[in-house]
């Protein structure tokens, strides 16, 4: 492996500026230095504050959030209407006292409206230039359509099938891992911030959060740091090394200290041994879960997350709330508030906001990157590259377009199931499986379809997902499709889980085929 040596300025710069290192950041902190001169205590700690409306005690209801933001207490939020993001962009630069703007995040996971393969189907293509195009072309849509962050790459090593939100990584391979994290963040931000067609990445969920007991989301992590540092650490050091402008904490425990909290793992080892210099969010509202670990109320989980070097706040509110008052009580210190919002701030020019705060907010510019024929293409061959094929018998593919072809099965007419999790796509621009394989045949074959099926009859799966429980139904069934389609002389079978049943909060207990379908197969 060659082995690059650069000067530990140089290694700043590109860990803090993506692949393109900038020579000169006396421009930048010359322009924040007297920026920061101006602000308020208040407006300080408001650039910390990341949520969708209102402070709550102080501002509440439809007006809370645009008062949030004249006041200068809102540093970003969310979303995804590009109408919504001018308006409140408007406000923070035209209505709040230093015009300071918003950065708008959002989860875009694989893809924008473009959709990709789920991230652990694209670790199944072994090609690093194909994922990094799809991240590519994410940032493109994404930035035209007025976000400037995604909370994306999620890079945490997974063991545990049963854990829903496997869905989003790239498997259990660390060195694997790393690769796609690298080009993942080489896709979003491209070689230049201050290009309109690149976006802060977001490395997440740092640290350690696929390794949670059972595959139980949320749940507690407990190993050595041999095994932190040889079979869960690789990816998130590849994703800082590539240049990520961002990370986010995880929810869970890392060494018996809340992530969100822990000054080890975010100060000693993310900033000090790895040089990471941007800033660090909250995931959702974990510095309130803090208190469910018995660490104090929100003030005081609000102060232990600054000091261990959390420099955003998303959804607690309790940086905004409360950390005013424990400046005046010693708990933190005017350097740490500083330290935190001149991080925010610096995201912010990077991306060249101070000179244009509208330039990811063109209309026409979302109208012509959205759903392009190159992009569509490039994602179908993605796709093709992705699927694993396990078994051609008798070379029945590439399917013969002759006969009769049966499509059964309880997603075989469905569209937004085939799309995973983390994926807010208009299903009228898809098509169901028996659509497309209708489409493909035009006049050569007969296609038929039956349901067959069931998604499941196990109660509390069905519960979960607003499913009702008919075995009487689902026995009717198995019987018309297996009579409808006796004659047929190729069936194809779209059996599996819905996207709800895989994702953030949708463990299994058992991912194998439910009962349903198995008696359908």
């Known amino acids: 492996m060659r082995k690059i040596i650069l000067s530990f300025a140089a290694c700043l710069a590109i860990a803090a500026y993506g692949q393109k290192p900038v020579q000169d950041t006396r421009a930048m902190d010359t322009f924040i230095d007297q920026l920061m001169g101006k602000m308020t205590l208040d407006e300080k700690i408001g650039q910390l504050n990341l949520s969708g409306g209102g402070v709550p005690g102080i501002l509440s209801g439809?007006?809370?959030?645009?008062?949030?933001?004249?006041?200068?207490?809102?540093?970003?939020?969310?979303?995804?209407?590009?109408?919504?993001?001018?308006?409140?962009?408007?406000?923070?630069v035209k209505e709040s006292r230093l015009g300071i703007p918003l950065l708008f995040g959002l989860d875009v996971i694989h893809g924008y409206h473009t959709i990709f393969p789920i991230p652990l189907a694209l670790s199944c293509s072994w090609d690093t230039t194909l994922i990094e195009q799809s991240a590519r072309i994410a940032?493109?849509?994404?930035?035209?359509?007025g976000v400037t962050w995604t909370y994306s790459p999620m890079v945490d090593i997974a063991r545990d099938a049963r854990w829903g939100r496997i869905a989003e990584g790239s498997g259990e391979d660390p060195?694997?891992?790393?690769?796609?994290?690298?080009?993942?963040?080489?896709?979003?931000?491209?070689?230049?911030?201050?290009?309109?067609?690149?976006?802060?990445?977001?490395?997440?969920?740092?640290?350690?959060?696929?390794?949670?007991?059972?595959?139980?989301?949320?749940?507690?992590?407990?190993?050595?740091?041999?095994k932190m540092f040889n079979e869960y650490f690789p990816p998130y050091k590849a994703a800082v090394e590539a240049g990520c402008a961002t990370v986010m904490s995880s929810f869970n425990l890392v060494e018996a200290i809340p992530a969100t909290g822990n000054r080890w793992?975010?100060?000693?080892?993310?900033?000090?041994?790895?040089?990471?210099?941007?800033?660090?969010?909250?995931?959702?509202?974990?510095?309130g879960e803090m208190t469910n670990h018995g660490l104090g109320d929100t003030q005081t989980v609000s102060a232990l997350a600054l000091h261990a070097g959390l420099d955003m706040d998303?959804?607690?509110?309790?940086?905004?709330?409360?950390?005013?008052?424990?400046?005046?009580?010693?708990?933190?210190s005017q350097a740490d508030i500083d330290?935190?919002?001149?991080?925010?701030?610096?995201?912010?020019?990077?991306?060249?906001?101070?000179?244009?705060?509208?330039?990811y907010l063109d209309a026409d510019r979302a109208k012509k990157n959205t759903f392009t024929d190159e992009h569509m293409n490039t994602a179908r061959h993605i796709a093709g590259k992705s699927i694993v094929l396990l078994k051609n018998d008798k070379g029945l593919l590439p399917l013969r377009k002759t006969g009769t072809i049966a499509v059964v099965g309880p997603l075989a007419d469905k569209k937004v199931e085939l799309f995973g999790t983390w994926c807010g796509i208009d299903t009228a621009k898809s098509a169901s499986v028996v659509q497309a394989v209708k489409e493909m045949v035009g006049n050569k074959a007969r296609v038929i379809f039956a349901k067959g099926c069931n998604l499941t009859n196990e109660p509390m799966l069905a519960k979960a997902s607003g499913l009702k429980v008919d075995p009487v139904e689902n026995t009717r069934l198995v019987k018309e499709a297996v009579e409808q389609v006796k004659d047929a002389d190729r069936i194809i079978a779209v059996m599996g889980e819905p996207n709800n049943w895989s994702g953030e909060a949708c463990s299994r207990a058992d991912i194998s085929l439910p009962e349903s379908q198995k008696e359908l197969l």
């Open 175 to 226: 060195w694997w891992g790393g690769k796609i994290a690298a080009a993942m963040v080489r896709g979003y931000q491209g070689d230049d911030l201050t290009k309109e067609n690149t976006i802060l990445s977001c490395l997440k969920h740092f640290a350690l959060y696929g390794a949670s007991e059972a595959g139980r989301d949320y749940n507690t992590v407990d190993m050595s740091r041999i």
């Open 139 to 145: 940032a493109i849509e994404a930035s035209s359509n």
């Open 314 to 332: 998303m959804m607690t509110n309790g940086y905004i709330t409360t950390l005013k008052k424990s400046l005046e009580e010693g708990r933190v």
């Open 265 to 287: 793992l975010l100060t000693d080892l993310l900033r000090d041994q790895w040089g990471f210099n941007g800033f660090v969010v909250s995931d959702y509202n974990s510095i």
């Open 62 to 92: 439809s007006e809370g959030a645009d008062e949030t933001i004249r006041r200068g207490w809102l540093g970003a939020t969310g979303g995804s209407e590009l109408e919504t993001f001018r308006k409140l962009q408007e406000i923070a």
């Open 339 to 359: 330290q935190a919002c001149r991080r925010v701030l610096e995201a912010k020019y990077k991306l060249g906001l101070f000179e244009d705060p509208y330039r």
